[in-house]
Structure formats: C-alpha cells, structure tokens
C-alpha cells in the first residue's frame, strides 16, 4: 500500500522554462508535506514544506501547491537551472515521513 | 554550523556478522530517525527517538535490528547476523519538535552484505 506517489519517473526541461513535479498521496491524515531534492550517494536535502492548513508556499525559485481534495501536491521551479538536476522526493507525515518514489529531473541547456 | 552526520560512510562486511552504525544529530534537534534506502525507491522509515525515548518501531525493523539514544543525543542502529537483503543505504535524520517538522538529513552510510 503506497500512501504516497509520484508516478512520473523522469522529468526533463529546458534551462529557464518551468519544472513541475507532482505527487499523489491517499492519507488525509498527513499533517504536513515536503520535497526533498537528492544527488547520488548523498542524503535528502530539504528543499521546501507545506502545512495541511495551507494550499502554497512559496521560498525563491520553488513553489510547493497542496490540493487537499484532490489529494495532490506539486512543486514548481522557475527558472529552471542546470543545477537543479537531481532526484526530487516528495514526503508526507505526522511524526514520520512517508516518502514517493522519486522523479528525476534533468534540465538541460 | 554541524549538520547531521554519520559513521561510517561505507562498510563492506560479510553475511552472518554484525555491523554498527552511528548518528550525531543536529545539536538542539530532540528528534532523531532512522530510515533505509533501496535502489530505485524513496527512503523507508525504521524507527524514531524523541530524546532517549524510542516512540516508534517499523515493521520493516526486524528483530535483528536495534536502536538506541542512550542520552538523547547520538544514535547507533545495529544490525545483528546481516542476509545480503540488508544491502541498502542507512539514512539518519533528526528534526526538533517544537515548531517545526523539517528533517534534516545525514549523508548516509552504504551497507554492502556479500
């Protein structure tokens, strides 16, 4: 049982054009949600969070949107960079993390 | 300022014995976790600490598998009799409770059963 999902295994995008990530989750008890971006045996680096009470937050380049009733969470970055190449996670939780799969972003130039 | 860290950063042993790995979190963090991480997938959460207190046990936490925060600072996770299923990337992570609920991670340590 996969309480959280991101379906799309690869993302690729342009330098300067928008990168959107998505991320499904199935538990409406999730109190809070995070992106986590990854380098090769490296880990997690905390990008960005969003409260269950709220439906965006914004720091810099990234911008995480929660639609609670479509259960659905997204991470947007603009303008995309070289280095933001990476394996982003979304996480979910109360206490613990429950984190998707993963998608790997490659911005190329 | 120290993040998370975590020792090893690799370890090679054989199946049948035992590994220790250790954690030091983030000083005024008294939150501190402990997930694994497999080839293709996200991390997977073995057990959390609030201070001394171990508050949570995954199932994926096999009796061959023990944590302890003995003085509510550094952690060790060890694992007795490794199988080569035990292959994967230890994660450590630690948060502090109050206000906030971003964890912050270790660089991991690379378990290789042969």
């Known amino acids: 049982d996969q309480q959280v999902k991101q379906n799309s295994p690869s993302l690729s995008v342009q330098e300067g054009r928008i990168s959107i990530l998505n991320c499904d989750y199935t538990n409406s008890m999730f109190d809070y949600f995070l992106w986590y971006k990854k380098y090769p045996a490296e880990g997690p680096t905390f990008l960005i969070s969003i409260s269950s009470i709220k439906d965006k937050n914004e720091d810099g380049r990234f911008t995480v949107f929660l639609n609670k009733s479509a259960k659905h969470l997204s991470l947007h970055i603009v303008p995309s960079q070289p280095g933001d190449s990476a394996v982003y996670f979304c996480?979910?939780?109360?206490?613990?993390?429950?984190f998707g799969t993963g998608t790997r972003l490659q911005v190329f130039p | 300022d120290t993040g998370v860290s975590q020792d090893p950063r690799h370890k090679i042993t054989k199946r049948g014995q035992n590994v220790t790995f250790r954690c030091d979190p983030i000083?005024?963090?008294?939150?501190l976790y402990w997930y694994r991480q497999t080839l293709g997938q996200g991390p997977e959460f073995l057990t959390y600490f609030q201070n001394e207190a171990q508050l949570e046990k995954s199932r994926l936490l096999s009796d061959r598998f023990s944590a302890e925060r003995p003085k509510g600072s550094f952690s060790t996770l060890e694992i007795q009799r490794t199988e080569q299923g035990d292959s994967a990337m230890y994660l450590c992570?630690?948060?502090?409770?109050?206000?906030?609920?971003?964890?912050?991670f270790g660089p991991g340590t690379r378990l290789t059963v042969t």
């Open positions: 996480a979910a939780g109360t206490d613990k993390l429950i």
């Open positions: 992570a630690s948060s502090s409770r109050l206000g906030s609920y971003e964890q912050y």
């Open positions: 000083s005024e963090h008294n939150r």
